[in-house]
């Protein structure tokens, strides 16, 4: 069985990456896509009180849990758009750890800041500055296959432009180059207990 290709993307909280994955899901003609986005992954966790050790264990746990998930959806042959937030170096190399490079297509999703301010504060549902908190985080490792600006395009035009690109995807793709970056330069892989921050 061929394996499911991967659409990650990966921007700030509020860039706009769930409405591009919608998009996505209506206009993808060439097979079956399941949208998993790491805040519905969230939003299965109990709702009672933590410490924030618990709270950052459990966090880590729900991530780690997300992108196996990722993976074992693939791996049986469904096409995936993830929805990520890469704001720990961890979750990369974790990431570029379980999946396969080969069938992923990375996108960066940006967003200027003055936008992701406007966008938090018509929302009301998540923590005011948390997306300018995330800005200089989630794309440091500074390599994709893909980029689109939805302070410029809207959710449907950043859609066409990843539905032309995975018409004529070149290779190595970007998690090819991450990873040889990352992890194969070390001649082994991190356990997933201790992630190696890079």
């Excluded at 890469?86 to 996108?107: G, H, N, Y």
């Excluded at 302070?151 to 018409?167: G, N």
Aim: charged residues 30%; proline residues 4%.
């Amino acid at each position: 069985m061929a394996a499911g290709r991967i659409i990650f993307l990966n921007g700030t909280s509020s860039s706009g990456k769930s409405s591009i994955a919608r998009e996505l899901l209506d206009v993808l003609d060439d097979g079956v896509f399941f949208h998993l986005a790491v805040d519905s992954f969230n939003a299965m966790r109990t709702k009672r009180n933590l410490t924030q050790d618990d709270l950052d264990t459990a966090l880590r746990r729900t991530r780690m849990g997300f992108h196996r998930s990722i993976a074992a959806m693939a791996e049986v042959g469904n096409d995936v758009i993830v929805d990520h937030v890469l704001s720990e170096p961890w979750r990369l190399i974790d990431c570029l750890t379980v999946l396969r490079p080969q069938d992923v297509a990375f996108v960066g999703v940006h967003c200027s800041l003055d936008e992701l301010a406007r966008r938090e504060e018509a929302r009301g549902d998540r923590p005011s500055g948390l997306a300018a908190l995330q800005y200089d985080l989630v794309h440091q490792h500074g390599d994709y296959d893909v980029e689109c600006d939805t302070s410029t395009a809207s959710p449907r035009e950043c859609a066409e432009l990843i539905k032309e690109f995975l018409s004529r995807r070149p290779r190595p793709t970007a998690f090819s180059r991450l990873r040889a970056r990352y992890l194969e330069v070390n001649r082994e892989l991190p356990t997933s207990g201790h992630m190696r921050s890079a």
